[in-house]
């Protein structure tokens, strides 16, 4: 696709829903990475996805959040029982990717718009 | 630990004047610096991304220098429009496994008319 896209743009859920984020990398980027961006606050990595890599879940805050990818394309990033503090900008980025790429290689990393999420 | 310390939090300017951020970090070892863009309602936009051995990097009216040996970087946007009111993130990556880029809070800049 053009960009990177992220549905729904916004959600609102009640404390205790589980909810699901979905993520559409741009085509032929391997690498896909979520992050969290509170309000007045600098993002915070989730977890990365390179090709079929076991994920680097090392950013999740909780066992509450969790990730796939299906395909090597569509990520999903589901919270459990969702808490008020869950309430955030969730975004997701893709890059080329590779077995020599990544982010400190200085690949250029391309973001989606993010879903606003607001835990009631 | 591995930080990134943008300032100003916040910053207001006439269209027209040049203005400069500043970003300091401390995430080791060091593999590359970027900035980034990022207007209200969006995600992020790359600007420039530096490397070790780079101290200067343009893009149009956006220039970006980095100080390896005081782990400095700044970003001078000349001109400035109203466009430019956007937060400007500075971002830096540590080379080595697992994932090692570590976002700054961010300078939110306003541009007046």
């Known amino acids: 696709g053009a960009g990177v896209s992220q549905s729904p743009s916004n959600k609102v859920t009640e404390k205790g829903k589980d909810v699901e984020l979905r993520c559409d990398p741009i085509?032929?980027?391997?690498?896909l990475y979520w992050y969290r961006q509170s309000l007045g606050q600098g993002l915070e990595f989730l977890i990365y996805?390179?090709?079929?890599?076991?994920?680097?879940k090392s950013g999740l805050p909780s066992d509450r959040f969790s990730a796939e990818r299906t395909g090597g394309s569509v990520s999903t990033l589901t919270i459990q029982r969702t808490q008020q503090e869950d309430s955030a900008v969730y975004l997701c980025?893709?890059?080329?990717?590779?077995?020599?790429?990544?982010?400190?290689?200085?690949?250029?990393?391309?973001f989606g718009p993010g879903t606003r999420l607001l835990v009631l | 630990k591995n930080q990134v310390e943008q300032s100003p939090q916040s910053l207001i300017i006439l269209e027209g004047k040049n203005c400069t951020l500043q970003?300091?970090?401390?995430?080791?070892?060091?593999?590359?610096l970027r900035w980034y863009k990022q207007d209200t309602g969006r995600g992020p936009v790359s600007l420039t991304i530096?490397?070790?051995?780079?101290n200067t990097k343009s893009n149009g009216r956006y220039t970006a220098t980095l100080d390896a040996d005081t782990k400095q970087s700044s970003l001078h946007i000349t001109a400035s429009q109203l466009s430019d009111s956007a937060s400007y993130i500075c971002?830096?990556?540590?080379?080595?496994?697992?994932?090692?880029?570590?976002f700054g809070a961010g300078t939110r800049l306003f541009v007046k008319a």
């Open positions: 085509s032929g980027h391997t690498a």
């Open positions: 996805f390179q090709g079929n890599s076991a994920p680097d």
């Open positions: 980025a893709s890059s080329l990717g590779g077995a020599s790429a990544g982010l400190a290689s200085g690949e250029t990393q391309y």
């Open positions: 971002v830096v990556s540590a080379s080595g496994g697992g994932f090692k880029t570590i």
């Open positions: 970003c300091n970090y401390t995430v080791s070892p060091f593999s590359n």
């Open positions: 530096m490397t070790f051995s780079e």
